[in-house]
């Protein structure tokens, strides 16, 4: 008789036990979610680069670009607006020598460009618009951004042109 009368009370101060740790554990987690301080700030939506967007704007025509989030993009955007002449380079890009070069400290450079690259050259110090891609590796270009729209903008200007580079409003 004492088994099992020791047994239940065993297993009642279990469950209590396991009850009580239960509810104390949900309402440290409730208290960590409603708790903003125990929470890693989240990074103001307008603050955020690759919500960001510039437009070009030449011959009654407009190039949207979105911006990447790397130190040489932010470094362009405090540049803007900028006017800028572009000239054909090789058939496959449309570049423009930036009066001040960007600094490409801790940015990751590409070996590759595809069409709708917004990219900057390091070695010129020039930004550069991807209408062709290019096959040929160089291993100096920092990938800016990527079209969103007026791909075609591009592909159709021929020769020279100047245009009007600026940030979107939101």
Do not use: H
């Amino acid at each position: 008789m004492k088994k099992p009368l020791c047994l239940s009370s065993i297993l009642v101060t279990s469950l209590s036990l396991a009850a009580c740790s239960n509810n104390n554990s949900s309402a440290a987690d409730r208290d960590n979610t409603s708790n903003p301080l125990n929470q890693a700030p989240e990074q103001p939506k307008e603050d955020r680069i690759s919500d960001t967007r510039i437009k070009l704007t030449f011959n009654d025509k407009e190039v949207l670009v979105r911006m990447y989030d790397n130190p040489a993009s932010k470094g362009f955007l405090a540049q803007l607006p900028l006017t800028v002449t572009f000239e054909d380079y090789i058939g496959k890009e449309k570049i423009s020598i930036l009066q001040k070069r960007l600094s490409i400290d801790d940015v990751q450079t590409e070996d590759l460009s595809k069409k709708g690259d917004f990219a900057y050259y390091a070695p010129w110090g020039n930004v550069a618009i991807f209408y062709k891609g290019l096959e040929d590796a160089t291993n100096d270009l920092i990938i800016l951004g990527q079209i969103e729209s007026g791909k075609e903008n591009i592909e159709n200007v021929d020769g020279d042109f100047t245009g009007r580079i600026e940030k979107v409003a939101k």
